[in-house]
C-alpha cells in the first residue's frame, strides 16, 4: 500500500544503546511528524518537519534524541544512549500540508531493558 | 508548555446510550482534529474543525469547536460496539501566521457494553 512506513516494528535494546528508528511518509506529503505513546496515554509531541527542515522541535525531550530528514522525504529518529524511561511506541506521521489530517504509521515499539 | 485537556479519561456506557467528550485549550487554537484509535492500532482521522462555532456531523458523531477556538466536543449518539476506542482531540498552534505542530490529548476510552 502507500500508506505511512516504520521500520522496525519492533526493537528491544539494553540500557545505553544507540536506536535509529526509521519513517517512510506517504509519497507527495511535505510534513512529517514524529510522536511517542505510552500506554494509556495521547500521543506526545515530538518534532514536526515541514520538507527538510524541523519547523518545530520543542518536543525533544533532551539532546539524546535527533531526528533527520536529509532529503524531505524519509526520517530517522536517533535515540543515543537509550534509557528504560524512552521505552514507548514511536509513531510517524505524515500530511500534505501544514495544515491537513495526520495520516500515521503502525509505530515502532521500542524497549529498552 | 501548551496543554490540550480531554475529559472524562475513560467512559462506559450501555449500547445506545449516547456518549460525549470534550476537549479543552489553554490557549486559542488555530483548528482541531478529532482522532480515534482502536485497541493495538494507530490513531485514524475523524475530522478537522477549523471555524469558530463550527458544528460537523458524521452520521453518528457530532463534532464542535467552541466559540473562542479552545475548546470542543465530540458527541455520539446511541453508540454501538463498533464505536469502541479511544478517541483524541489534537489541537493545532497557531505560531505567529505560521502553523505550528498539533498537541494532542490524552484521549476517552470508551468501552461498550452490548
Known amino acids: ?113 | 508548555g501548551q496543554q490540550v485537556m480531554q475529559i472524562p479519561q475513560y467512559q462506559h456506557v450501555q449500547e445506545g446510550e449516547d456518549f460525549t467528550t470534550y476537549c479543552n485549550s489553554s490557549t486559542t487554537l488555530s483548528n482541531i482534529q478529532w482522532y480515534k484509535q482502536r485497541p493495538g492500532g494507530h490513531p485514524v482521522f475523524l475530522i478537522q474543525l477549523v471555524k469558530s462555532g463550527e458544528v460537523k456531523k458524521q452520521k453518528r458523531l457530532t463534532f464542535q469547536f467552541g466559540e473562542a477556538k479552545k475548546n470542543s466536543s465530540l458527541h455520539i449518539t446511541a453508540t454501538q460496539t463498533t464505536d469502541v476506542g479511544t478517541y483524541f482531540c489534537a489541537g493545532r498552534l497557531n505560531y505567529g501566521g505560521s502553523q505550528g505542530n498539533l498537541i494532542f490529548g490524552k484521549g476517552t476510552k470508551l468501552s461498550v457494553k452490548p
Request: net charge neutral; aromatic share 10%.
Open chain 1, 1 to 113: 500500500g502507500a500508506g505511512v512506513s516504520q521500520t522496525p516494528s519492533n526493537k528491544v535494546t539494553e540500557k545505553g544503546k544507540y536506536v535509529e528508528l526509521r519513517c517512510d511518509p506517504i509519497s507527495g506529503h511535505t510534513a512529517l511528524y514524529w510522536y511517542r505513546q505510552s500506554l494509556g496515554q495521547g500521543p506526545e509531541f515530538l518534532i514536526y518537519f515541514q520538507g527538510t527542515g524541523a519547523a518545530d522541535d520543542s518536543g525533544l525531550p533532551n539532546d539524546r534524541f535527533f531526528a533527520v530528514r536529509p532529503e524531505g522525504s524519509v526520517s530517522t529518529l536517533k535515540i543515543q544512549r537509550t534509557e528504560r524511561g524512552d521505552s514507548a511506541v514511536y509513531l510517524c506521521a505524515s500530511s500534505l500540508g501544514a495544515t491537513g489530517e495526520l495520516f500515521f504509521g503502525e509505530g515502532s515499539r521500542l524497549t529498552v531493558l
